[in-house]
């Protein structure tokens, strides 16, 4: 596990999300004295440094119009929440969005929307009305929107109560990015510019990106009201998209798909002439005919601030932007380790004495169980939760477009943080997993989906036939293509230790971060179908002894025989440990892999073995290793462990009676050839 980050002051934990901030007196909402107020608003580090050496208890303000932000803001004080009711209960709820609850502990919010660009001839307003189609007219008191001056956001401490503003944890800007306003939110939020003598607002020559919906679909509200018909309005919509509409910088046309203005057309076709139209717009999907622009890396600013913190889910194992991958061989528990990870973020409970950094919604897709075993090993490891959603066997064909597009109508819908897919074998389809090529198409679809929805993904794969005999084969133990090791941001490798109910984690792989030390797991059941629970029991003491027997039995074939000296020498420029080399060497003697011809002298007499996978008849003895280069995992029922039972049995041969060793000898050919997967 990392060391803790540091702790970061009020105004450099608001300033982190990368928005324009000012520092606030302490418990106050007030900027200090000799401030521009909003208009000091800013991202550059340096001042925020400054700022943060000044006024190091300081409250967190964020400038609204210099972030681009419209701010739904909801004072229960002022009936806000009543007026919230009515709003969601005529229109329906609001996008999920970035949300602040204010510290003052009666349910006041700020939700931070994107500030669309106005029609010309329109403003917005500071509330908002409910207008029935009589013309009656109903207040919305306690909601204030807000697109200019700052706003008090966390970790801040509220001047009443002086508890802090939060972020909620499910719609927190680490989360999820600021969402567009539906066009019913946007017409309530908007208003005509008064002193044009009542004449209609003149059209734009252009309308540019960012402002496309919003003229369209006031440009419909006129013509209905002028009593114009569904496919009339789509008629003359359509002409104004295609020559009007341009991209951003007004260079080049960029309309909208014509099955996007159609659907504005019928929305306010529904509507009757001559009323005032509140419409929600269709959900806003990728637009296939915006082409996306790439974006280079700002190094200089960089440079000057730091590297952004990884967003972890568990810290050091799995972060928020992860594409990562589980290998193992059968009944090592790489299901029951990605299901209780499962329930572990999407609830908050801790996963092997780690809290989760933020809890996330859960899509776990099994393709390989049928619905009877995948919901016995889901209720075996947590309740069901609302964070959680499980299928099996559904056809979420990675490979195939029709898949893709299953899948992502389910992202859309359910707006998961992580992602579970077991397994690749089943997922990947027919792509070809010795292919590099097809294998990097799919993993090219899942980076596409991380990108687009902002989520975690994390695959569940088979092991090779073969095991590995040094710590550098690790990586090589999975099955298929080396993509499967290139690819993912996180690679972990998973092996029964033969230790009864224990499991042992390592990370074969962690980009951008350390890898997190091994953790040995106990496996507790209450019964045949009882609950589980993995118990983190601590650092596994076999990890040094498992490395040093593997490098002892390679460095003494390479040299025949070698003196005790010559072997702590060079163990320990492997940095080994010498209690771990006297142990292994204790043991590869007591298995007859080593001996002694004279005084401190020692040679090696057989050959090293895999040493990784062992079959278990039973699949609830299973133990696990994710293996990282900084050790290897014991043989399969191989090394007497502390406590251990006393008869476990090696099933190339012996007794219950024997005890277990480490055994590195030959595998016989049914071994090479039994395939684990």
Known sequence: ??????????????????????????????????????????????????????????????????SGFLIWDIDPRNGGAESQAR????????????????????????????????????RFKSSIEIIDDDGTRHPCPGIDIKTDGYIVIPPSIHPDSGQPYQWDIEWSPFRIPPADLPAWALSLVMEKISGNGGRPAELPELIPEGARDTTLTSVAGSLRNAGLTADEMDAALQVMNAKRCVTKDRSAPLPLPEKRVRGIAESIGRKEAGKLVIVEAPDKKP?????????????????????????????????????????GGAYSGKSTTAYDLAHAVSSGRQWLGMKPQCIVRVMLIDEEQG???????????GDPNDNLRIFSCQGFRLDAPEGIALLEQEIADFKPGLIIIDSVQQAFGAADEKDATEVGLVYHELFRLREAYGLAILLIHHKRKSSATSIGELIEMIRGSTAHSTQPSAVFYQTRSGQGRSVDLFCVKRRGAEQPPAI?????????????????????????ESKAAVWLAQYLASCSEAQWKDILAAGREQHLKERAIRTALHKLEKAGQIDKPSRGVYRFVQTPVPIDELPDEDPDAWSVSLTCPEG??????????????????????????????????????????????
Request: hydrophobic residues 35%; proline residues 11%; aromatic residues 4%.
């Open 1 to 66: 596990m990392s060391a803790p980050a540091k702790v970061r002051s009020h105004l450099q934990e608001g300033a982190a999300l990368g928005w324009p901030v000012i520092p606030l007196v302490p418990r106050t909402k007030i900027p200090f004295d000799g401030s521009g107020g909003c208009r000091d608003a800013t991202t550059n580090q340096a001042q925020i440094d400054k700022w943060d050496q000044d006024h190091p208890d300081c409250n967190v303000g964020l400038g609204i119009q210099p």
């Open 87 to 122: 709003v969601e209960e005529r229109f329906g709820p609001l996008p999920e969005t970035p949300m602040s609850h204010t510290g003052r502990g009666d349910g006041g919010t700020h939700r931070l929307f994107n500030r669309p660009e106005l029609p010309e001839g329109y």
């Open 287 to 327: 637009d296939p005919a915006q082409a996306r622009r790439p974006v280079p890396l700002d190094l200089a600013s960089i440079r000057k601030n730091g590297l952004p913190p990884i967003p972890w889910l568990i810290e050091g194992w799995i972060a928020t932007d992860d594409i990562g991958l589980i290998a």
């Open 371 to 381: 619905s009877r075993e995948t919901a016995r090993l889901a209720l075996r490891l």
């Open 520 to 544: 040995r797991v106990g496996i507790e059941t209450e019964c045949a179908d009882g609950m589980i629970r993995l118990v983190n029991l601590g650092t596994p003491k076999v990890a040094d």
């Open 632 to 677: 290897v995992p014991m043989a399969s029922r191989s090394v007497p462990i502390d406590g251990a039972p006393g008869g476990l049995m090696d099933t190339r041969g012996g007794t219950s009676e024997s005890p277990a060793v480490l055994d590195l000898g030959v595998p016989t050919s049914s071994q090479r050839d039994r395939n684990d997967d």
